[in-house]
């Protein structure tokens, strides 16, 4: 069967691809998911995406190649495997960023093309449902739910009114151009349970006869007629499928596969593809650079008594909770285990912010690289919002079946370490500042014993991992920018009918976590391949 498009990936762009192609347009679409159905009791409960961590069929494990700047140390990076991508796994978090950055995303396709935050507002809202929040910034009626936490535990609390003390102001909307302060985040939710973007708008259309969806299905290159993209190839329960697309086929694939999938047809740095027999089509050297993503060091101390989730998954805690849970969606399980944080400027202190800090409330840290006595506790998560350096990804050989290789430079940039050093030193000073430290015991990590910027800084390069946000690996620019894979459309340059419409295309990375970006760059994307007049922007 011949499709009008098809959709490879089924990701938060992809379900807002497919729903909106379906649903308004009655356009026939196949989208192509390569990992597993989102059918498991976990992915509604909030808390679930815990359970998945350690290791789960719904995620693939990517790992970099030696890094360089952490002395050699390789870092794992999780990629979701499943309907609904990240939005399926994720810990929920509702974020837009800056609306400075918008004017580099603007900047970066010439200006007054439709990406500046004023433009791209409209897109949030229509597609929001906000459970509290209304006005120019938020929408009610949408069919992505956005609400705030169902559970909130002690150390929330402690948190706020301490950053409070500190002179760090409270903020109640982090997504209404303001980011400075400290509060409580919304998540994608709906009385207490999660609304992915396949919940949300692949529910929908399911049952619509245009609508095909292929999950386990591995798409190995593009199809050609000429410098036309005219269909797929794929895998699919032990046997190669091709497709074809009457107008165009659309990659939601991530930052990781969608420019994997490039160069396996032939579209990307020409000497890299040589390297590994591919012929080359269209010699695009952006594709695969610069790889962003948002990265984190922890600041961890135990408490002195139970103020947040230690031991709140075991026993007959667990068992109470859960039946709490599945008879009103309340209690422990409703949370994510982080129900607030920090955006600020540890060096400078001032609303230039350039570090979000997650308040978790227990002990959390990666196992692999340190262990700690279980008990309660805190940890402060540091996450750097606008890393200088930039990674890269190649392909391991021409065979569509091995992973890319991964190079996320983490710490790449003196900026960035000098940053997360900073950080460091400042969620000492919220330990030690009340109420936070009338609950602390002791710090676990770094360790009162590190204290010197030479210690904290192999510290650093010890323990730091992605916040699950790799961006700009196919960046939108101009035709005139070598540099640029797609233009200000999403138009793949240099062929025709393909284009991409996920998180790759970000020329910079928002300081926010990215999923609620990504489904609004699909909106927008589709309405710009679709000829819709773009939404007046937001007056505020």
Known sequence: MDYDYIVVGGGSSGCVTAWRLVEKYGARVLMLEAGHLDDSMLFKMPAGFFKMLGGSKYLNIYESEPQPALGGRTSKVPQANVLGGGSSVNAMIYMRGKPSEYAEWDAAVGNNAGWSWEHMLPYYTRLEGNERLNGP??????PLKVSDHKYICDMAHVFLKTMQGMGVPYTNDFN???QYGAGFMQLTTDHG??????????????KNKNFSLKTGAKVTRLLFEGDKVVGVEYAHKGQVHQARAGQEVILCS????????????????????????????????????????????????????AYGYFGEERGL????????????????VASNGAETCAFVNPITRDSDTTVKIYCVAMIYLDRDVFDAKPGHGVTFTLCLMRPKARGNLKLKSANP????????????????????????????????SRPMKDTISQEVLPGPDIQTDDELAAFCRRTVKTNYHPVGTCAMGLESNPMSVVTPELKVKG????????ASIMPNILSSNTNAPTMAIADKAVSMMMGEAPLPPAQI
């Open 317 to 332: 805690k667990m068992l109470v909770n859960g039946v709490q849970y599945l008879l009103f969606n309340s209690g422990p």
């Open 401 to 432: 079946l091995d992973n890319v290789v991964i190079n996320p430079n983490f710490l790449g940039h003196p900026d960035d370490l000098a940053t997360e050093i900073a950080a460091i030193r400042y969620a000492r000073e919220i330990l030690a």
């Open 254 to 305: 991530g930052s990781y596969v969608s420019p994997k999938m490039l160069m396996l047809s032939g579209i990307g740095p020409a000497a890299e593809l040589e390297k590994h027999g591919i012929k080359v089509r269209v010699d695009l050297p952006g594709v695969g650079q610069n790889l962003q993503d948002h990265h984190e060091v922890p600041v961890s101390a135990y408490t002195n008594g």
């Open 176 to 178: 209404a151009g303001t």
């Open 495 to 502: 062929v025709q009918s393909l284009r991409i419409f996920d």
């Open 193 to 206: 349970k999660r609304c992915s973007a396949s919940v949300a708008f692949l529910d929908p259309i399911r």
């Open 137 to 142: 910034a938020h929408g009610i009626d949408g």
